[in-house]
């Protein structure tokens, strides 16, 4: 059993080190101005997988990884922190968007708590 917990305590380490190389490297060389639309999701993509492997070593720490909140958590922080980042970068967060995107999250978070298809 402690062979399996290492396992994914160091698959999810090198998941986050990926994450960080993949977001030094590409904030150390390039030009948000210059480069391609494409382009401009990846850091999106390479915050929300370093907020969800982060997240799910946090929860898998204190949590069995076999319950529902464990599962749950991780989606939903790197949905949310993804989602607040994306509408900061966009200038268009404000006290009121902050408010709506928890208030939906909560309602989802709520509908997935409920949903059998987590048992």
């Known amino acids: 059993m402690f062979n399996r917990l290492n396992n994914n305590n160091s698959n999810t380490f090198m998941y986050i080190a990926i994450a ?7 904030f150390a060389t390039s030009d948000p ?39 749950i958590v991780p989606y939903a922080m790197s949905v949310l922190v993804s989602l607040l980042l994306i509408l ?22 709520f509908y997935v708590w409920r949903a059998d298809f987590l048992k």
Do not use: C, M, N
């Not at 960080?20 to 590409?26: A, K, S």
């Not at 900061?88 to 978070?109: C, E, M, N, P, V």
């Open 20 to 26: 960080i190389v993949g977001l030094l490297v590409i």
């Open 33 to 71: 101005e210059h480069v391609p639309l494409p382009l401009l999701v990846v850091p999106f993509v390479l915050f929300g997988i370093l907020v969800y492997q982060g997240s799910k070593l946090f929860v898998g720490r204190y949590l069995s990884r076999r319950t529902r909140a464990a599962k």
């Open 88 to 109: 900061a970068s966009l200038h268009q967060l404000t006290w009121r968007d902050g408010i709506l995107t928890l208030l939906f999250s909560s309602i989802l978070l």
